[in-house]
């Protein structure tokens, strides 16, 4: 059995307690995140500050002792590559310009370099890691990047997107189709300089109908997946399609995820049973469980490890961890799954 628990798991291994990370570990919850950030500047400055950036990535693992590095980056590092001008404003995250639902895709010139900060925490982190940690890589999915780049900017219903789409298909799917390729050869890269397993976010893939879901998400992760498994064929990859509820086996069977990530709304015990046998799965607490704390988080935690009792399970949040988590309630986290073990 390897010494690395996470790697293992994602590979098909179960556990006497699930491994665990947590999404959204390195960042704003922890102390010394902000103290980093306050003294480096804003948000971009530390993603392209490959020293600070590798320091943020293992603050968590210092703190907590979590079996997971997650790389400390940002899902919109390739429409920067792509051409785009990505900013973050001071209470009014992320933007993009020029906005593709007002210009062609054709008139944005590539900027790759613009990763290579990325690729250069990659390796600073692989050097620092401790042997028994997994180091895993991550990039959004081409429809949650989409609408960032057709909108500008965030939104909670992607409706900007969702009539592009209809409006002018073929158009769409060039954006798609761009966003496709870059990410395969992000991720390879990514590989290539460290991280042992990468994570495919889609965190607005709830706001598509079935034939969109498969059109405008399972197609294009399935694509990716494929890519990156041609150049690295044994390393894991995660699908986290955020808001997918009955739609997940579709994407577990179509897409060839290694493993699945169950966002805080899938019952567990529906997913044990819907998914395809012995598929790894990755989840679910909900992060205001975690904000909760105390018997009711306990709770939680020992509900979603029961359900899954029978198949490879890496314990984490349904989504990101908030930044008003109390860091007596990681430690609970972890302390009670580590119990488990004993």
Known sequence: MT????????KGERQPAPPMWLMRQAGRYLPEYRALRAEKGGFLDLVNDSDAAAEVTLQPLRRFGFDGA???????????????????????????SPPL?????????????RLDPVYATVRKVKAALDPKVTFLGFAGSPWTVATYMVAGHGSRDQVETRRYADRDPGAFAAIIDAIT??????????????????????????????????RWV?????????????????TPIIGFPKGAGGKLGAYARETGADAIGLDETVDPAWAHASLPKDIPVQGNLDPLALIVGGEA??????????????????????????????????????????????
């Open 3 to 10: 010494t690395k628990p996470l790697l293992a798991t994602l």
């Open 181 to 214: 390729t870059m990410t395969i050869e992000y991720l390879g890269r990514q590989i290539d300089d460290g991280v042992e397993a990468v994570q495919l976010f889609d965190s607005w893939a709830g706001s598509l109908s079935p034939a969109q879901f498969e």
């Open 297 to 342: 988080l306990n709770a939680q935690i020992d509900s979603i490890i029961a359900a899954f009792a029978d198949r490879p399970h890496v314990f984490n949040l349904g989504h990101g961890i908030q930044q008003d988590t109390p860091i007596a309630h990681v430690e609970q986290l972890v302390a009670h799954i580590r119990s488990r073990a004993r």
């Open 218 to 234: 399972i197609e294009p992760n399935a694509r990716i997946i494929a890519g990156v498994k041609a150049r690295h064929p044994d």
């Open 101 to 113: 639902i007002d210009h062609a895709l054709v008139q944005l010139a590539a900027v790759p370099e």
């Open 70 to 96: 997650i790389l400390f980056s940002d899902i919109l590092m390739v429409p920067s590559a792509m051409g785009q001008f990505l900013t973050f404003g001071a209470g009014e995250g992320p933007q993009l």
